[in-house]
């Protein structure tokens, strides 16, 4: 086979996967995944929520250990009225904290921001 034709059945193989792409992409990109995908949703143990004191329940948070949740006007601290806070659904939100990553709606972390 000439070095001509091994180079073009390259160009075309290339194409093919090219234009069989656009439409997979597509595809995916226009799926809307649900909100509560795992594989997105913020853990309490992962480090950044260590770090931030991340609980999924405001309620369980321990206040000797992080006393802005037990300031008088904390009781009504939760991610749903937090600044970083993106309603996604009554229970998930994005959070720009967490790279808009899912936290609880009833949730809250150190960095919790009255929301404007
Ligand atoms: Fe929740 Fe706000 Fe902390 Fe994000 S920054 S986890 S929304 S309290």
């Not at 194409?15 to 795992?38: D, E, K, M, Q």
């Not at 997105?40 to 992080?66: C, F, I, Q, R």
Request: charged letters at 25%; one cysteine or more; a positive charge.
């Amino acid at each position: 086979m000439s070095k001509l034709n091994e180079e073009r059945r390259e160009f075309l193989k290339k194409l093919t996967l090219g234009l069989f792409s656009i439409p997979v992409v597509s595809i995916f990109s226009s799926l809307r995944l649900p909100a509560a995908w795992a594989g997105d949703t913020v853990t309490e143990n992962e480090p950044m929520a260590v770090t931030l004191g991340y609980h999924v329940d405001a309620s369980k948070v321990d206040t000797k250990k992080w006393p802005r949740k037990a300031a008088a006007d904390a009781k009504n601290q939760f991610c749903n009225n937090c600044m970083f806070y993106q309603k996604q659904n009554d229970k998930l939100g994005k959070c720009q904290i967490f790279t808009n990553r899912l936290v609880a709606s009833k949730g809250w972390c150190n960095s919790w921001t009255k929301k404007a």
